[in-house]
């Protein structure tokens, strides 16, 4: 298994990697990694479990490594559990092209732009719990039900 996660909402992309590895894997720096540390990560087996979990990060800053990982990453798909976690990922360059197109799933984890009047939002459903929480949360169930509660359209539910 291999996954590319990028985007700018950390706490997010920490999140599922906990939630996929666990609490025991192995960090690799990838800015500074050279590439039979990468192809360890990938080939090397772990003494407990078996299966190594590996998180490499900033990969990609590490060009030449980038552009032989992309050329190998076909015979690691069903090797180790890898997720490589990049600060930003550009799909129109052709080595993250033919990354995709191995079939490597790429996620992005973009934070939420929570604009004035989305504030305003929040703010009239925590008045609304200090005097009636049971009807905060009514309408906080009903916004999550029909539209992202965040970027809320209507105003008044």
Known sequence: MI???YGDDRVKISEEVRRIFGAEYEVIEGEKAEFSEILDAFLGISLISGERKVLIKDLSKNTAV?????EKVGDFLDKNAVIVWEEKFDKRLKVNKDLIATGVEVREFK???VGAADAKLVFEILDMAMVNGKRAVEILEK???NQ???RSEERRV
């Open 3 to 5: 996954k590319i996660f």
């Open 66 to 70: 980038w552009e032989k990982f992309c």
């Open 111 to 113: 934070m939420i732009d």
């Open 143 to 145: 916004i999550e039900k």
């Open 148 to 150: 992202d509660p965040f």
